[in-house]
């Protein structure tokens, strides 16, 4: 039978295999079925501006088991639903207002690259200030900088090694050698044994002194703050001028006696006046002598024999 326009038409779009929704329920029939024939039609003909849609490609239809697909669009109107977010690349800071196109080059999304490096290789090379290539600095750019902008944010106080006085204005290179970050030492002498080797006054070689710099050292500058007399045996008398390795023989510093007698059994030895040895007088040096000089103070009239 012919469709004259006077017939009300009894077909039911919903039972086919293309339901009609959002604004498919006002298209005119027409509009999809040009030329008014419907019989053997494909659901997946495009009108002429869908067809000629091409920035970008918002609507895609592929046949699976003889049914269309329509991604990223909905059919009430031509907004995108597609939500970045979702994905395994949100989009942060800047990346935000990126083109697609910057990142997906001739439309390409599949196998689209998520390291930072992948798209600022470019960035990562023309930095001078420090210069990352030359310092072979990581590549893992989200380790110092975030998507708001290129300014680092790493903090080397946040770090095991916290950056304290010359080691702040220290060039990132003259520690990290051949931009290597990972097992970075962290003991003085690992970067200084050079400094300690040259060391003359006193000598820290030939006298064997400790390489835990920081014992005598700030990272200041090379003086030595070490307070013998905030230690329990402060220096009085002759001890002030005495050198270190004296008492600290071949650089021992951890057990050295404390006792007068353990230094000094060769004085007590030797005095004649009286001889201390055959009158078996007190090694407790202190008790008659002072750290000044060998002469004797004790006085006899202090003792209960006068």
């Known amino acids: 039978m012919s469709y004259d326009g006077q017939l009300e038409a009894t077909f039911d779009h919903r039972t086919t295999s293309f339901p009609l929704t959002g604004a498919h329920v006002q298209t005119s029939c027409q509009q999809c079925h040009v030329g008014a024939c419907l019989k053997g039609r494909r659901h997946s003909v495009l009108s002429a501006t869908l067809r000629t849609t091409t920035r970008p490609p918002i609507l895609i ?6 049914r269309p697909r329509v991604r ?3 059919t009430s109107n031509w907004n995108s639903t597609f939500n970045h977010n979702a994905t395994q690349f949100p989009l942060t800071g800047a990346h935000v207002q990126t083109s697609c196109q910057q990142c997906h080059v001739g439309g390409v999304f599949e196998g689209t690259p998520s390291q930072c490096v992948d798209c600022h290789l470019g960035d990562y090379n023309a930095t001078a200030d ?6 072979q600095l990581s590549t893992a750019c989200l380790e110092c900088h975030t998507t708001l902008n290129w300014e680092a944010t790493f903090d080397h106080q946040t770090t095991s090694f916290p950056l304290t006085g010359a080691h702040v204005q220290t060039s990132c290179q003259q520690c990290h050698v051949g931009g290597v970050f990972e097992g970075t030492p962290s003991q003085c002498v690992d970067c200084h044994l050079s400094d300690y080797d040259a060391t003359t006054d006193p000598d820290h070689e030939a006298a064997q002194l400790s390489t835990a710099c920081l014992e005598c050292h700030t990272t200041l500058n090379w003086e030595a703050t070490f307070n013998h007399n905030a230690t329990q045996f ?7 001028q005495t050198a270190c ?3 600290h023989v071949g650089g021992v510093f951890e057990g050295t006696p404390s006792q007068c007698v353990e230094c000094h059994p060769s004085d007590y030895d030797a005095t004649t006046d009286p ?3 055959a009158a078996q007088l007190s090694t407790a040096c ?6 000044d000089n060998w002469e004797a103070t004790f006085d006899h009239q202090t003792t209960s024999f006068r």
């Open 130 to 135: 420090p210069d990352h290539e030359a310092a």
């Open 72 to 74: 990223r669009v909905t």
């Open 61 to 66: 239809m592929k046949r699976r088991s003889s």
């Open 286 to 291: 202190l008790e008659c002598h002072t750290t």
């Open 234 to 240: 402060p220096l009085t008398g002759a001890h002030v």
């Open 275 to 277: 001889d201390h040895e």
């Open 245 to 247: 390795q004296q008492c």
